[in-house]
């Protein structure tokens, strides 16, 4: 039984019934020649055969006596309960398919079972399929998410056959075992606690960097909380109704922006956001300002073999009230790196860290101050993904898009993925809380060009390649 950490608790702490804290991805998929929809019983089985190396795909949420909740084993646990399939022997338009996975992100998972589902949409428009997905963020951060999903699909497109793993679920702990087990989870990490205590008193230099940048890093969090964020049109009331916005650029076109300017990928895909969010203003009748963003860092080790959250999270202004596009991504570059060269990254790691020992009401305030709009007005959050081909079932993935959750008085959420030489975009928006989000995917494509304008640089000549006329919403 592992234990939750404070930021994993976070995610269930500010979770409500409109916003749903879950992150997920929308697949596109071609289906092999000759075949006229996905084989989702393949897919099952495939899943069947990987669960053993994701065991917390099996495990439920276990309320403890005192501390944050723990994973258990689910004994009741049913494959056929977390993968939906929409109506068999129907083809779907894409339409109509962008309208299932809509509604699919928009209901919140169960608790009560383990915090994952899949959406199969066997037949989309002429050879064509989709599959979406969502893990609730308590059990794994953005690049952990990416990795789920690719244990989940295929890397060749024939796979061999896939034969289920024998699984013993483990008892689960109740009366005199449970208080047990709590203690002796606390007694663990007040043990870790103790084992870092000594090794910083051993590296007395060391310790002294990491306190001053920890202090630093705190002084700055309240900072960010003194001076609210700007108040913005995307900051309202938002109802439980998702719609996901998407958009797909040769990934090539951002690198030429990137060696043009000196600058880091990262810095262009926030430089493109906020030309799009500055068009999303002046759309909805609002003058273009300043943007606080939440940018998800990963804080991950490579070696780690633990799932759950390894990230922490930095604020920068997304300048859209600027009109040049080159001053916009040189203001977004030179506070990236102000941020880098600060050590204030690794600092928040440390405050977020910090948050267990808090009592239990204080770290439901902490959680919901940290979602509020008061601490940033949307998030941006890039994640590489695969470079090389993905299947499910034998249908090649031929482009996916990230889902990030918005909270409470956010109607929007910029999620960005790489895969496959294309840089997807994919905007998770309230679109009852904002009737233009809709335009948000030619926006994105539209800053992409306008960067490229600006830069002076040439756009690259594309190879001929049939593309999936679903990346962009119209309504």
Same mark, same amino acid.
């Given at each position: 039984?592992?234990?939750?950490?404070?930021?994993?608790?976070? +995610?269930?702490?500010?979770?409500?019934?409109?916003?749903?804290?879950?992150?997920?991805?929308?697949?596109?998929?071609?289906?092999?020649?000759?075949?006229?929809?996905?084989?989702?019983?393949?897919?099952?089985?495939?899943?069947?055969?990987?669960?053993?190396?994701?065991?917390?795909?099996?495990?439920?949420?276990?309320?403890?006596?005192?501390?944050?909740?723990?994973?258990?084993?689910?004994?009741?646990?049913?494959?056929?309960?977390?993968?939906?399939?929409?109506?068999?022997?129907?083809?779907?338009?894409?339409?109509?398919?962008?309208?299932?996975?809509?509604?699919?992100?928009?209901?919140?998972?169960?608790?009560?079972?383990?915090?994952?589902?899949?959406?199969?949409?066997?037949?989309?428009?002429?050879?064509?399929?989709?599959?979406?997905?969502?893990?609730?963020?308590?059990?794994?951060?953005?690049?952990?998410?990416?990795?789920?999903?690719?244990?989940?699909?295929?890397?060749?497109?024939?796979?061999?056959?896939?034969?289920?793993?024998?699984?013993?679920?483990?008892?689960?702990?109740?009366?005199?075992?449970?208080?047990?087990?709590?203690?002796? %989870?606390?007694?663990?990490?007040?043990?870790?606690?103790?084992?870092?205590?000594?090794?910083?008193?051993?590296?007395?230099?060391?310790?002294? &960097?990491?306190?001053?940048?920890?202090?630093?890093?705190?002084?700055?969090?309240? #900072?960010?909380?003194? !001076?609210?964020?700007?108040?913005?049109?995307?900051?309202?009331?938002?109802?439980?109704?998702?719609?996901?916005?998407? *958009?797909?650029?040769?990934?090539?076109?951002?690198?030429?922006?990137?060696?043009?300017?000196?600058?880091?990928?990262?810095?262009?895909?926030?430089?493109?956001?906020?030309?799009?969010?500055?068009?999303?203003?002046?759309?909805?009748?609002?003058?273009?300002?300043?943007?606080?963003?939440?940018?998800?860092?990963?804080?991950? %080790?490579?070696?780690?073999?633990?799932?759950?959250?390894?990230?922490?999270?930095?604020?920068?202004?997304?300048?859209?009230?600027?009109?040049?596009?080159?001053?916009?991504?040189?203001?977004?570059?030179?506070?990236? &790196?102000?941020?880098?060269?600060?050590?204030?990254?690794?600092?928040?790691?440390?405050?977020?860290?910090?948050? #267990?020992?808090?009592?239990? +009401?204080?770290?439901?305030?902490?959680?919901?101050?940290?979602?509020?709009?008061?601490?940033? %007005?949307?998030?941006?959050?890039?994640?590489?993904?695969?470079?090389?081909?993905?299947?499910?079932?034998?249908?090649?993935?031929?482009?996916?898009?990230?889902?990030?959750?918005?909270?409470?008085?956010?109607?929007?959420?910029?999620?960005?993925?790489?895969?496959?030489?294309?840089?997807?975009?994919?905007?998770?928006?309230?679109?009852?809380?904002?009737?233009?989000?809709?335009?948000?995917?030619?926006?994105?494509?539209?800053?992409?060009?306008?960067? *490229?304008?600006?830069?002076?640089?040439?756009?690259?000549?594309?190879?001929?390649?049939? !593309?999936?006329?679903?990346?962009?919403?119209?309504?």
């Amino acid at each position: 039984m592992q234990r939750l950490s404070a930021l994993d608790a976070s +995610f269930l702490r500010v979770e409500s019934a409109t916003a749903h804290m879950h992150i997920g991805w929308l697949s596109w998929l071609r289906l092999p020649a000759g075949r006229e929809s996905l084989d989702v019983e393949m897919l099952a089985m495939r899943i069947a055969s990987r669960l053993h190396f994701a065991p917390r795909f099996r495990q439920r949420l276990q309320q403890l006596p005192i501390g944050e909740p723990a994973w258990a084993d689910d004994p009741e646990f049913r494959l056929d309960h977390h993968i939906q399939r929409a109506e068999p022997g129907r083809r779907f338009s894409p339409r109509e398919a962008r309208g299932l996975a809509d509604e699919f992100l928009s209901e919140p998972l169960d608790r009560e079972m383990p915090l994952w589902s899949l959406l199969a949409i066997p037949a989309v428009g002429a050879g064509r399929a989709a599959i979406v997905g969502k893990v609730h963020h308590a059990m794994v951060d953005g690049i952990a998410a990416v990795e789920l999903g690719t244990l989940l699909f295929d890397l060749v497109a024939e796979a061999g056959p896939a034969e289920p793993v024998d699984w013993d679920p483990q008892p689960v702990a109740t009366g005199v075992r449970l208080a047990i087990d709590t203690l002796a %989870n606390d007694a663990i990490d007040q043990f870790r606690a103790t084992t870092r205590a000594v090794r910083m008193g051993l590296q007395p230099r060391r310790t002294a &960097r990491l306190a001053e940048t920890t202090r630093r890093a705190a002084l700055s969090a309240i #900072g960010d909380a003194v !001076r609210s964020a700007p108040p913005s049109h995307l900051n309202v009331a938002i109802t439980a109704k998702r719609t996901l916005v998407t *958009e797909s650029v040769p990934l090539r076109r951002l690198g030429v922006i990137k060696s043009a300017n000196s600058v880091t990928l990262n810095d262009v895909v926030l430089a493109c956001a906020s030309g799009a969010l500055r068009r999303l203003a002046t759309s909805a009748g609002e003058s273009p300002q300043a943007l606080r963003a939440m940018v998800p860092v990963s804080v991950r %080790n490579p070696d780690d073999p633990e799932g759950g959250n390894r990230i922490t999270f930095a604020f920068i202004d997304l300048p859209c009230d600027e009109v040049d596009p080159r001053a916009r991504l040189a203001a977004v570059h030179e506070q990236m &790196r102000e941020l880098k060269e600060s050590g204030l990254i690794g600092g928040s790691e440390a405050v977020l860290r910090s948050t #267990g020992a808090l009592p239990g +009401f204080l770290k439901e305030r902490a959680a919901r101050l940290a979602a509020s709009p008061r601490m940033y %007005n949307l998030t941006v959050s890039n994640v590489p993904g695969p470079r090389s081909a993905l299947y499910v079932a034998g249908a090649e993935v031929e482009s996916t898009y990230p889902v990030i959750p918005i909270s409470d008085r956010h109607a929007i959420a910029i999620g960005v993925l790489s895969y496959r030489g294309r840089m997807h975009f994919a905007a998770n928006a309230n679109p009852d809380a904002l009737p233009t989000a809709p335009e948000v995917g030619p926006m994105l494509g539209d800053a992409v060009a306008e960067l *490229e304008g600006a830069t002076g640089v040439a756009r690259p000549r594309q190879p001929s390649r049939r !593309r999936l006329r679903t990346t962009r919403v119209t309504a």
